[in-house]
């Protein structure tokens, strides 16, 4: 590269060179176009109003806040409190009526799914699965197997105030450590698993004392989850004679569960979210197809 | 005739250096002379009537009845309903527009094989806007020579007040435009009414200020130079045309070698072949985009037929036959040249092909229309989680279903489902009839989603069945179908 400062014209365009030269050629001295350079103009001018009129200077402890004060966190509060305003009728509406009136309201009940669905994946997702779908230990909400209950009414109390919960009114209940407290024996448990496996028509490992294991349940399990293994929802006892295993329907899952115990928590909601909004969840939970 | 400037030597050459010539040619004015005459008069017509259909269209009215707008033209972007005339139109039927826009561009490819560029020359809007933008020039500011001698006596203050009267005018013709425009896209009373009370909504008034800014630049400031350097269509229209489509022609046959009257008369009568074009210049004069025809087919040339005007003028005057300039082929010109007979031929594969084209594609719109399904069914499965097991052992799958009614009153439908071994169909927060049928209502001209649950107790399911919904009118018998799958373990 040759670097000259001497002004040279070029010979066939007759305009100055800038006396730069890269391998023989060399770079023309043209103005900028006009409408270039005057937009480039205007838009320093227009950033000079976007100083005073915007945030835009850091200070030692703060910045230059602006002509209107605009900040993007009260942007947001405000967007939030115009969507909230423009929900409101409805909003209200869902408060004053009942759950099973809204059932009967399609526009309603088409709102409340909607908002029980957003706070669904808000709250409920990380244990029950996006779409409800659950999980090992974490019941599947689309089935038609409740352990508390499947009806609006019964929902909501679970929603409200949980299974096993820090709150009073939660649902109690849990499965006994039948095997590590000693109740029972190994070749009981192992007895009671294949019995109540043949509860609801599973195979049973060869030699299994169907008898045996008839005994243990009606001795230890027949209070909570009755005389035929049919459950009890007042107890969140499953019922052992249907398809729906939330722990696992094998052997082994089953004699864990008899020896360590069961007893998924359910937490309570009635402190974190609103009135409305549970009523809304007990609603989107209700529509996803098992409930009563 | 050795002299005789052949069509398809197109433009003459430059004779400056042609590797240094400047690529840029800077914009010479064109103040085109007013003309009388036949196409003159076909102008005026055509003008009349797309502007007229243009500004009056949207105040046409068309009965829907109460639950849709009577607007017999009408976007409306709030409700994502198109309505045209009899025809409503929903988002996802933009078919139908494809179709019109398939048919619009064979239109113009036919015109194009039968007679060169009648849109650019009659049609185009930028044509129409700026004929009238340049009658408004005339009219206010007379022929470019009166323009010149008010310069030349520097009566500036007569100047300026023409030059505001003009820009007045061609602004209100602008607005105008724009105004109309907007009427499409809302009730058009309504919306008239609004802006003159200035309670029009803001988007009104900037689509207003867009359109007028594009009409009042574009028509009278571009003009031309549209068509020369921002239009595609010349280009296009250069590939597509043939020897045998007929454009507005010099017949240089007739015309060469052309001279002052006076002399070629004196040339006839000496028994001395001599040319009709008396060199006077009205052609290029009268031109829009000021070419001369007389350099044969060009890309500037819009073949607006005003030279034809202009030239049988003079010719009149002269004694001579008009049609010196004409509706003609270059072939035809070189026939006569050389004595062969002229060739006219609109039956061609080409003209046959777009006229088959055109009746096959309107006819694939027209059945589709009239076999158009009224209601609208899309299903959707459940992602999470893909299929449940209920408590009884059988497997239940969920699906969003939406359905359209596309009549303007409310319906009643029955969804059904096939496929599987006797499943069965629910639906939250519907009703299911005594044959085990979902029933939904869909008010008029909407849809209607649903949570639409099937459950099969068959316990030899394959992981994936293909099912089928079937949505039936319950009172026209009206069908339409979807498919999804059913999935199992």
């Known amino acids: 590269m040759a670097h000259d400062t001497h002004e040279q014209v070029d010979a066939v365009t007759g305009v100055t060179t800038t006396g730069h030269s890269w391998d023989g050629i060399s770079e023309l001295n043209n103005p900028l176009p006009r409408w270039w350079l005057w937009s480039f103009y205007l838009t320093i001018i227009w950033s000079i109003g976007y100083w005073i009129v915007y945030p835009a200077w850091p200070l030692a402890a703060s910045y230059t806040r602006g002509f209107f004060n605009w900040q993007s966190r009260e942007a947001i509060v405000e967007d939030l409190d115009a969507l909230k305003a423009q929900r409101a009728g409805m909003t209200a509406k869902l408060a004053q009526t009942s759950l099973e009136d809204v059932t009967k309201n399609p526009e309603l009940f088409a709102f409340a799914r909607a908002q029980g669905k957003a706070a669904f994946g808000d709250n409920c997702a990380p244990c029950h699965g996006a779409g409800g779908g659950g999980a090992k230990g974490y019941p599947n909400l689309n089935d038609d197997d409740w352990l508390w209950g499947g009806t609006l009414a019964q929902i909501e109390h679970t929603i409200r105030y949980g299974a096993r919960s820090t709150n009073d009114k939660g649902h109690q209940g849990s499965m006994p450590a039948f095997g590590r407290d000693g109740m029972l024996k190994r070749p009981e448990i192992s007895n009671v698993a294949d019995y109540v496996r043949s509860l609801s028509g599973l195979p049973v490992e060869k030699g299994a004392d169907l008898t045996a294991g008839a005994k243990v349940f009606a001795d230890n399990c027949a209070a909570c989850h009755g005389p035929k293994g ?15 295993w939330l722990f696992g329907a094998d052997k082994a899952a089953i004699m864990e569960g008899l020896t ?18 549970i009523k809304a969840l007990t609603l989107y939970v209700h529509s996803l197809g098992g409930a009563r | 005739m050795a002299d005789a400037p052949l069509a398809s030597n197109l433009a003459t050459p430059e004779p400056a250096g042609e590797d240094d010539a400047p690529l840029y040619v800077a914009r010479k004015a064109i103040y085109p ?8 008069r076909i102008k005026w017509i055509v003008l009349a009537i797309t502007l007229g259909i243009y500004y009056f269209l949207p105040f046409i009215r068309w009965d829907r009845g109460p639950n849709a707008p009577d607007q017999a033209i009408l976007v409306d972007l709030a409700n994502n309903r198109f309505y045209f005339f009899f025809i409503e139109i929903w988002p996802q039927e933009v078919y139908y527009i494809t179709g019109l826009l398939i048919l619009a561009s064979l239109a113009l490819f036919l015109m194009n094989a039968v007679a060169g560029r009648l849109w650019c020359g009659y049609l185009c809007p930028q044509t129409v806007w700026t004929d009238l933008f340049y009658s408004i020039e005339r009219l206010i500011e007379g022929e470019k020579r009166d323009r010149i001698r008010r310069e030349k006596e520097g009566r500036k203050l007569e100047i300026f007040s023409l030059r505001l009267l003009k820009h007045s005018i061609w602004l209100m013709i602008a607005w105008w435009t724009g105004g109309a425009w907007v009427l499409y896209f809302a009730d058009a009373p309504t919306l008239v009414k609004e802006l003159a009370t200035f309670q029009a909504p803001m988007i009104a008034y900037i689509w207003i200020g867009i359109l007028t800014f594009t009409t009042y630049t574009l028509a009278g400031f571009m003009r031309e130079q549209v068509c020369t350097y921002m239009c595609p269509w010349p280009r296009i229209q250069a590939a597509l045309t043939d020897e045998y489509a007929l454009n507005v022609t010099y017949r240089y046959d007739r015309g060469e070698p052309r001279g002052s009257a006076k002399k070629n008369d004196a040339l006839r009568k000496a028994g001395v072949p001599a040319g009709d074009c008396v060199d006077c210049g009205q052609c290029v004069a009268v031109c829009p985009t000021g070419v001369d025809i007389r350099k044969g087919l060009q890309l500037d040339c819009i073949q607006c037929g005003l030279c034809i005007d202009a030239c049988d003028t003079v010719m009149a005057k002269i004694g001579r036959p008009t049609r010196l300039i004409a509706y003609d082929t270059d072939m035809n010109v070189q026939a006569r040249i050389e004595g062969r007979p002229e060739v006219r031929r609109i039956l061609r594969p080409r003209t046959v092909l777009y006229a088959g084209l055109i009746a096959l594609v309107g006819a694939v719109m027209i059945s589709a229309l009239a076999f158009r399904n009224n209601a609208d069914l899309s299903v959707l499965h459940d992602r999470n989680p893909m299929f449940v097991r209920l408590s009884d052992g059988s497997i239940r799958n969920a699906y969003t279903v939406r359905v359209g009614n596309k009549h303007l009153d409310d319906r009643r439908f029955a969804l059904t489902v096939t496929g599987l071994n006797a499943p069965k169909i629910d639906i939250v927060g519907g009703e299911i009839d005594s044959q085990g049928r ?12 649903a949570r639409v649950l099937v459950t099969a107790s068959d316990n030899t399911l394959e992981p994936s069945t293909t099912l089928t919904f079937t949505l039936t009118d319950l009172s026209s018998g009206e ?8 999935k199992a373990p």
């Open chain 1, 230 to 244: 049919q459950g009890n929802q007042e107890l969140g006892a499953p019922n052992l004679t249907d398809k729906i």
């Open chain 1, 260 to 277: 360590n115990g069961r007893g998924g928590v359910m937490p309570t909601w009635h402190e974190r979210l609103d009135d409305t909004t």
């Open chain 2, 33 to 40: 002379q007013a003309v009388k005459g036949q196409f003159r």
């Open chain 2, 438 to 449: 979902a029933v939904l209502t869909v008010k008029p001209d909407q849809t209607l989603e």
């Open chain 2, 479 to 486: 069908t339409a179908h979807a498919s999804d799958h059913f």
